[in-house]
Nanobody, 130 residues
């Protein structure tokens, strides 16, 4: 477990936007995969946006065109900008890091299961009302 802190989150009406960040001093952000995994009540965590190991960005279909993942390597900080929010986006959002998932047979960080993630953040709650 690493000390990752998500900042931001909160409550917003449908159609609104939120932005939050995850800071992890000491992590080589440019050498590991990093991603955002929301977990809705009663459901498993599923990746929605990721910087893959080789640097490319991937998004899950439900968030394409609405969410943007970015990072500042100098600040060791990962960001998620969420626009056009929908009630189904309501979840606790966790940042995650992993380094060996390609060697373990996963072609994208978004498909990595919970147990294969190296480190999780503390999570930040996002509530979208209709």
């Amino acid at each position: 477990q690493f000390d990752r802190v998500e900042l931001g989150g909160g409550s917003v009406q449908a159609g609104g936007f939120l932005r939050f960040s995850c800071s992890a001093p000491g992590w080589p952000h440019d050498k590991i995969g990093m991603a955002w995994f929301p977990q809705a009540p009663g459901q498993e965590r599923e990746g929605v946006a990721a910087f893959e190991l080789e640097g490319r960005i991937t998004y899950a279909e439900p968030v394409k065109g609405r969410f943007t993942i970015s990072r500042d390597n100098a600040k060791n900080t990962l960001y998620l900008q969420m626009n056009s929010l929908k009630p189904e986006d309501t979840a606790t959002y966790y940042c995650a890091a992993a380094s060996d998932y390609v060697l373990n047979g996963f072609d994208s960080f978004l498909s990595v299961p919970f147990a294969a993630v190296d480190a999780w953040g503390q999570g930040t709650l996002v509530t979208v009302s209709s």
